[in-house]
DNA sequence: ATCCGGACGC
DNA sequence: GCGTCTGGAT
């Protein structure tokens, strides 16, 4: 056990502390969450919120009523969401699943019978649906534990100095975990996700990141005047 | 490595 | 106008 080990831990906390509960993820029952967590890949939710709002509007926020819609409706639903072809498709497909899985009427039952990493595989057989969207599914829908990471944990964890900045999925989600407790972490990795993503928005920004009034600065040697390719920043 | 795509902030 | 947005498939 080193000091490195718990890292992650200190920066949850250090997090919560600063900003408190993000009250993720925002939606009124389980398979808006499933809608919202395929319809917001690389987009931003304020245009994934109108999509669902569409979709709430032409009463098509079930699996039966995406079913029926045709493709050029479906489309004109998510619009709004970007890629919307591609996101019909993936919906489509999705709603496919859950009535193939028996749980067209109760989504949120999905996988009742099996552990989460047999769940998880078989939502990734699922057209449509990778690793992250699968992972967001699992935690924010379905309550297993289970911790999301992105883009935003890759180059926070990066410019921390804990981790390569081309690091894949399950090698950078291996790290998480292995530093947060087992049990209860349900709660925890929902609040760590969301803050995560805070951070990621309003400080540790891919281009032009604002450290001065960063909460995890005294982490990070980033923050201490060292650029992302290690040398001393110019400004 | 490229494509998908409208909405938003700057 | 440009870069980016709670990625995934080809």
Redesign the pocket.
């Known amino acids: 056990m080193t000091a490195k080990d718990s890292s992650w831990l200190d920066l949850y906390q250090t997090l919560l502390d600063a900003w408190g509960p993000q009250h993720?993820?925002?939606a009124d029952s389980p398979f808006e969450v499933m809608v919202g967590?395929i319809l917001?890949?690389?987009?931003?939710?304020?245009?994934v919120e109108?999509a669902i709002g569409r979709l709430r509007q032409a009463q098509a926020l079930t699996v039966s009523a995406v079913l029926k819609a045709r493709d050029a409706e479906l489309e004109e639903w998510l619009?709004?969401?970007?890629?919307?072809?591609?996101?019909a498709k993936r919906l489509r497909a999705f709603c496919q699943f859950l009535e193939e899985q028996g749980v067209a009427e109760q989504p949120q039952l999905l996988g009742l019978d099996l552990e989460t990493l047999s769940l998880r595989a078989l939502l990734l057989g699922?057209?449509?649906?990778?690793?992250?969207?699968?992972d967001?599914i699992l935690l924010y829908a379905l309550g297993r534990s289970i911790m999301v990471v992105?883009?935003?944990t890759r180059r926070i964890g990066s410019r921390l100095g804990w981790v390569g900045a081309s690091i894949g999925?399950k090698d950078l989600q291996g790290v998480i975990e292995a530093s947060l407790p087992t049990k209860s972490g349900v709660p925890l990795r929902k609040e760590f996700h969301a803050l995560l993503?805070s951070l990621?928005?309003e400080h540790c920004?891919?281009?032009n990141p604002r450290c001065h009034r960063c909460p995890v600065q005294a982490f990070c040697r980033y923050g201490q005047g060292v650029s992302d390719q290690g040398r001393v920043r110019a400004d």
Not at 79 to 87: D, N
Not at 126 to 134: F, I, K, L, R
């Open positions: 993720w993820w925002p967590a917001t890949q690389n987009t931003a939710w304020s245009n109108k619009r709004p969401a970007g890629y919307f072809r591609v996101k699922v057209h449509g649906v990778g690793e992250e969207t699968a967001s992105d883009a935003y999925y993503v990621g928005k920004r891919p281009r």
